[in-house]
């Protein structure tokens, strides 16, 4: 019964930064590994970014790497996901999951609860 919970989209500059929030209950947080996800109008949700239960562990797709960074505060029980150097084709719904295991994954099939979504769109 694990809930997800995104905040933080909307409009942003090409060049400026955002930071999501995805708000997590229903479990021993630190015992799942969270994933961010997104999906573009007419494409297929891809992977973006990952940490591990104790957040030591992340990975980030080529795509995003050196401009996203994933964290979490366990105290809070909350994942972030702070976006810098927006370009347009960041513009997606951005989804946060979790996965019953501490350990890190990349594999969406991994990840058994989903947040709604949260849109960022990325002006030009």
């Known amino acids: 019964q694990v809930q997800l919970v995104e905040s933080g989209g909307g409009l942003v500059q090409a060049g400026g930064s955002s930071r999501l929030s995805c708000a997590f209950s229903?479990?021993?947080?630190?015992?799942?590994?969270v994933g961010w996800f997104r999906q573009a109008p007419g494409k297929e949700r891809e992977f973006v970014a990952s940490?591990?239960?104790?957040?030591?562990?992340?990975y980030y797709a080529d795509s995003v790497k050196g401009r996203f960074t994933i964290s979490r505060d366990n105290a809070k029980n909350t994942v972030y996901l702070q976006m810098n150097s927006l370009k347009p084709e960041d513009t997606a719904v951005y989804y946060c999951?979790?996965?019953?295991?501490?350990?890190?994954?990349?594999?969406?099939?991994?990840?058994?609860?989903w947040g709604q979504g949260t849109q960022v769109t990325v002006s030009s």
């Open positions: 999951a979790a996965r019953d295991r501490a350990s890190i994954s990349t594999m969406e099939s991994d990840f058994g609860s």
């Open positions: 229903g479990r021993t947080f630190s015992r799942y590994a």
């Open positions: 940490i591990g239960g104790s957040g030591t562990s992340t």
